[in-house]
């Protein structure tokens, strides 16, 4: 019994707001991998290559893949200049649960890195030995960063792929279009939209948590009620939130279907994201995967990272709620079971790649290949994970080469699908294992 009003109701609206790229069967061949974020077989199984390390040249495996964080210069300026206390001010208009931010992180204001060097100290010197593309988490919405076109700019003349995680409410609202995008003539979330999809190597994740109005809201912290959006006094974000999200949710999505962000063509290009993914939605999630799986667009399942403030506070509850892991097992298992019946996937796929941490889309293989550089330099395991031992290093001090080769992640190898290295309170490989003897495989 869904917990949702007339959700069958609510999954014809959404049958209707956006028209089906495979209304009747999926092509031969059709999988769901994100472009730019799931790396294929030809990235993690390529050559090794000869590296410089600190002085001497080595022979190493190529790194495959980056998250990394960017601020608005301006506000890095400030912070630098004691203006702004970033401890106590998060740059992002939105206050949603579940959010990753790390006071920590930003504590030393000296160690922060503008988008220039980020690219010059990690990014730039990771292409040198084999990187082919980057994820953005934060800090913060890059949509409501100035320098967003200055760091696509540099990522297209690089020829570097680049995933920008999103809630999307910019893109759906010509209010909050013009006041970030105005001074460059652009004043519609539409022009935002087309603007965004001359980037041939932007990617977009999209966040989509839920066909249901009350539940999206309490992902980002909405009321129904609520009249206005959110405001800045210079470089601080005042009454952070925005009024009717989920119809700025949903305006965006048509924008971006509309701009061919969806286009076969193209690739995956436009991945909805539901992260944090609730335990308790598995009324629905098997809806939203095949629903979004007709329109070309993988779908991102996963409970909650276990890092930052808010997000481990939502791993504890859900550790309290489900502590063996029987609701999280059973809504992957409802998800997989789903790609089944629609023909997404076979048993002999799933067999061969392996249950994946995202359910039923492809599997995370970023940890193996890759690595995450925090606006502060430090580089560490992945987005998911606080503790300590995640932690390699920092690029103010050591090469991006060294840290890649020396690191555990590197030792984990060539892999496809390295499961959930960092989710070991949510996503334990029992719960992988017993997902795997459930299908039946």
Same mark, same amino acid.
């Given at each position: 019994?869904?917990?949702?009003?007339?959700?069958?109701?609510?999954?014809?609206?959404?049958?209707?707001?956006?028209?089906?790229?495979?209304?009747?069967?999926?092509?031969?061949?059709?999988?769901?991998?994100?472009?730019?974020?799931?790396? #294929?077989?030809?990235?993690?199984?390529?050559?090794?290559?000869?590296?410089?390390?600190?002085?001497?040249?080595?022979?190493?495996?190529?790194?495959?893949?980056?998250?990394?964080? &960017?601020?608005?210069?301006?506000?890095?300026?400030?912070?630098?200049?004691?203006?702004?206390?970033? #401890?106590?001010?998060?740059?992002?208009?939105?206050?949603?649960?579940?959010?990753?931010?790390?006071?920590?992180?930003?504590?030393?204001?000296?160690?922060?890195?503008?988008?220039?060097?980020? &690219?010059?100290?990690?990014?730039?010197?990771?292409?040198?030995?084999?990187?082919?593309?980057?994820?953005?988490?934060?800090?913060?919405?890059?949509?409501?960063?100035?320098?967003?076109?200055?760091?696509?700019?540099?990522?297209?003349?690089? @020829?570097?792929?680049?995933?920008?995680?999103?809630?999307? *409410?910019?893109?759906?609202?010509?209010?909050?279009?013009?006041?970030?995008? @105005?001074?460059?003539?652009?004043?519609?979330?539409?022009?935002?939209?087309?603007?965004?999809?001359?980037?041939?190597?932007?990617?977009?994740?999209?966040?989509?948590?839920?066909?249901?109005?009350?539940?999206?809201?309490?992902?980002?912290?909405? #009321?129904?009620?609520?009249?206005?959006?959110?405001?800045?006094?210079?470089?601080?974000?005042?009454?952070?939130?925005?009024?009717?999200?989920?119809?700025?949710?949903?305006?965006?999505?048509?924008?971006?279907?509309?701009?061919?962000?969806?286009?076969?063509?193209?690739? *995956?290009?436009?991945?909805?994201?539901?992260?944090?993914?609730?335990?308790? *939605?598995?009324?629905?999630?098997?809806?939203?995967?095949?629903?979004?799986?007709?329109?070309?667009? $993988?779908?991102?399942?996963? $409970?909650?990272?276990?890092?930052?403030?808010?997000?481990?506070?939502?791993?504890?509850?859900?550790?309290?709620?489900?502590?063996?892991?029987?609701? &999280?097992?059973?809504?992957?298992?409802?998800?997989?079971?789903?790609?089944?019946?629609?023909?997404?996937?076979?048993?002999?796929?799933?067999?061969?790649? @392996?249950?994946?941490?995202?359910?039923?889309?492809?599997?995370?293989?970023?940890?193996?290949?890759?690595?995450?550089?925090?606006?502060?330099?430090?580089?560490?395991?992945? $987005?998911?994970?606080?503790?300590?031992?995640?932690?390699? @290093?920092?690029?103010?001090?050591?090469?991006?080469?060294?840290?890649?080769?020396?690191?555990?992640?590197?030792?984990?190898?060539?892999?496809?699908?390295?499961?959930?290295?960092?989710?070991?309170?949510?996503? $334990?490989?029992?719960?992988?294992?017993?997902?795997?003897?459930?299908?039946?495989?």
């Amino acid at each position: 019994m869904s917990e949702i009003e007339d959700l069958e109701g609510k999954i014809r609206f959404y049958e209707d707001l956006i028209p089906p790229v495979y209304p009747d069967k999926f092509p031969e061949g059709f999988t769901l991998n994100p472009t730019g974020w799931a790396l #294929t077989p030809e990235v993690v199984n390529r050559p090794d290559i000869q590296a410089q390390f600190e002085g001497s040249v080595k022979t190493i495996r190529p790194i495959g893949t980056m998250d990394v964080e &960017f601020i608005d210069n301006r506000v890095i300026a400030a912070a630098k200049r004691g203006e702004i206390d970033l #401890t106590e001010y998060y740059p992002c208009g939105m206050p949603c649960s579940g959010c990753f931010s790390e006071a920590a992180i930003v504590r030393d204001p000296t160690l922060l890195l503008t988008w220039q060097e980020m &690219f010059e100290k990690a990014i730039d010197p990771a292409r040198k030995i084999g990187l082919t593309s980057v994820k953005f988490l934060g800090w913060g919405e890059l949509l409501q960063n100035r320098d967003l076109f200055d760091i696509l700019d540099a990522c297209e003349e690089r @020829g570097l792929e680049v995933s920008v995680f999103t809630r999307a *409410q910019e893109l759906g609202s010509d209010h909050l279009t013009e006041m970030h995008y @105005g001074h460059l003539g652009i004043t519609t979330a539409r022009e935002l939209v087309q603007r965004l999809s001359q980037y041939s190597t932007l990617r977009i994740l999209f966040g989509f948590h839920s066909f249901d109005e009350k539940r999206q809201n309490k992902i980002v912290k909405s #009321t129904k009620d609520r009249t206005r959006d959110y405001s800045k006094n210079g470089l601080i974000f005042v009454d952070k939130g925005v009024s009717d999200y989920i119809g700025k949710r949903n305006r965006a999505l048509q924008y971006l279907v509309e701009a061919g962000f969806n286009d076969p063509a193209k690739g *995956q290009r436009l991945t909805l994201t539901a992260t944090p993914t609730g335990l308790d *939605q598995i009324d629905e999630m098997p809806d939203i995967y095949a629903w979004a799986a007709r329109r070309n667009m $993988p779908f991102i399942i996963a $409970p909650t990272m276990e890092s930052g403030e808010k997000a481990q506070g939502l791993m504890v509850r859900d550790t309290r709620v489900d502590p063996e892991h029987e609701k &999280f097992i059973a809504l992957y298992t409802a998800v997989y079971q789903r790609a089944l019946k629609e023909g997404i996937l076979s048993k002999e796929q799933i067999k061969e790649a @392996g249950i994946s941490a995202y359910a039923a889309t492809a599997a995370c293989n970023q940890v193996a290949n890759g690595l995450f550089v925090r606006i502060n330099g430090l580089v560490k395991m992945c $987005p998911g994970i606080s503790e300590e031992n995640s932690t390699y @290093g920092n690029v103010h001090n050591q090469s991006i080469a060294t840290l890649w080769a020396t690191s555990p992640n590197y030792e984990l190898g060539r892999k496809m699908n390295n499961w959930c290295t960092a989710k070991t309170n949510g996503m $334990p490989v029992s719960s992988q294992e017993e997902i795997h003897r459930r299908l039946d495989l």
